[in-house]
């Protein structure tokens, strides 16, 4: 069954830092999403993504954050200068034309210190 | 703007216990309706959906019907089972193809043997 990817699972790093979150999505999907959830809380939208253009985005993702789809396979999240507050789940999703079911990948644990 | 609520967990039940996890929503349009779940260290699944008022999805023995006048989408299962033990997410999306999910805040079901 396809199942969209997702890569690190978990990643550390230090305050300040650029992180690249990384997401192979189901191939022949055309929306794209990153949610994040931080510990114990409820799931975010972050930003959506459609013909290579963000189609909408939430107030959480500011300028620190960006995303591209740069071979048309993968989906990436950057988030450029991480802080303390950016610790969460990170979790990937894409969804075929014409369906209402977005599938989710295993998420990305980040934890910055 | 379209939100979800969702009853407080955790939830703890006994083994064969009949099961109920309240959701109503608020939103302008007309919203499809999931319920996704967490297994502990894992993604988010979808587990069932509702596109239009008085649809009943159904998975696994889980059942939710679309309500659209008491605008809710309650999650039940005649007889739950350890494996259940999840944390599981009420949402819906606006638009049918490219819309964001909003979920709620999460309902922990805990059940004992």
């Known amino acids: 069954e396809p199942e969209v990817t997702q890569t690190p699972s978990h990643q550390v790093t230090q305050m300040g830092q650029e992180v690249i979150l990384r997401c192979v999505p189901i191939s022949n999907h055309l929306y794209f999403y990153w949610y994040r959830q931080i510990l114990g809380q409820k799931v975010e939208f972050l930003v959506s993504?459609?013909?290579?253009?963000?189609?909408?985005k939430s107030e959480i993702f500011d300028d620190q954050f960006s995303v591209e789809r740069p071979d048309g396979s993968n989906f990436t999240l950057k988030i450029r200068s991480t802080k303390l507050e950016d610790s969460a789940m990170y979790f990937c999703?894409?969804?075929?034309?014409?369906?209402?079911?977005?599938?989710f990948g295993q998420g990305t644990r980040l934890t910055v210190v | 703007g379209d939100s979800v609520t969702q009853m407080e967990g955790p939830v703890t039940l006994s083994e064969e216990a009949f099961l109920t996890i309240n959701c109503t929503y608020t939103?302008?349009?007309?919203?499809?309706l999931f319920w996704y779940v967490q297994y502990p260290g894992e993604g988010l699944q979808l587990l069932l959906k509702a596109t239009k008022a008085d649809d009943k999805g159904s998975n696994k023995g889980f059942e939710a019907t679309y309500r659209k006048e008491t605008t809710s989408f309650h999650l039940e299962k005649g007889s739950v089972q350890v494996s259940d033990s999840a944390v599981y997410f009420c949402?819906?999306?606006?638009?049918?193809?490219?819309?964001?999910?909003?979920f709620g805040q999460g309902t922990e079901l805990s059940v004992k043997p």
């Open positions: 949402a819906l999306s606006d638009l049918r193809g490219g819309g964001k999910l909003i």
């Open positions: 939103a302008t349009g007309y919203p499809s």
């Open positions: 999703a894409s969804e075929g034309p014409g369906n209402t079911e977005a599938f």
């Open positions: 993504f459609y013909n290579n253009e963000i189609s909408e």
